[in-house]
């Protein structure tokens, strides 16, 4: 796969001059033409310059991971490795049942949802397409009502005393909580800071970055 970065040909750095002048006041990308002028850095004139020059020679150069792969702007590193950061840290569960997320696949709750791992895996062989190596879990968010949300905002174009002249907040409050308490719709977010393993084969490969065997997750 060939990306921006791998057609980019560094071009010098043009200074801009003021005529009659000899001092350069801003530097612009040899590329682009995307211009940095000293004034923007609060520091000594010499680092002003110094910065300018150094931004403008950065500005379409390629850029390269760590790893040696080329990496796509506006990213300091690949995918592959920043996916491999990304599930470092991340805590395995083992124990959980319920809601999964797994980016890329058409899920039956929206893009990416699906009510469990056996829904996940079920559509996959419904689809013939190879399971992740891995999914995340959810966290629940229900559908809520907040008093104190209610009478601020009721109270945003009042005056500022009119808070405190609130009748019936009690009242109110007891119907609120009848109403939350009524509720079944529950929304569900992925909670990208623990992963499920489905393939440990291949998510070891993924996040050691091992392309032999990483499969779709990468």
């Not at 629940?140 to 907040?169: F, K, M, T, W, Y």
């Amino acid at each position: 796969m060939t990306t921006d970065t791998d057609t980019l040909v560094a071009k010098p750095t043009l200074e801009i001059v003021i005529r009659g002048r000899e001092e350069a006041v801003a530097y612009a990308c040899g590329a682009c033409g995307k211009m940095w002028t000293t004034k923007i850095y609060a520091c000594r004139d010499d680092l002003a310059h110094e910065t300018a020059r150094r931004a403008a020679d950065e500005c379409c150069a390629p850029r390269f991971c760590a790893c040696g792969a080329a990496v796509e702007r506006p990213w300091t590193a690949c995918r592959p490795c920043r996916l491999r950061e990304k599930l470092a840290r991340c805590t395995i569960v083992t124990d959980y049942n319920g809601p999964v997320e797994a980016d890329g696949y058409a899920g039956g709750w929206g893009e990416g949802y699906f009510a469990d791992v056996a829904d996940l895996l079920e559509s996959c062989k419904t689809h013939e397409v190879e399971p992740p190596a891995y999914c995340h879990p959810c966290d629940s968010e229900p559908l809520r009502l907040d008093l104190d949300r209610i009478l601020e905002n009721a109270c945003e174009e009042q005056h500022e005393d009119a808070h405190d002249q609130i009748v019936g907040a009690e009242e109110l409050g007891k119907a609120v909580d009848a109403f939350n308490a009524a509720q079944t719709c529950i929304t569900y977010y992925a909670d990208h800071s623990r992963v499920i393993v489905l393939d440990q084969e291949r998510f070891a490969a993924l996040a050691s970055h091992d392309k032999r065997k990483e499969g779709r997750n990468g």
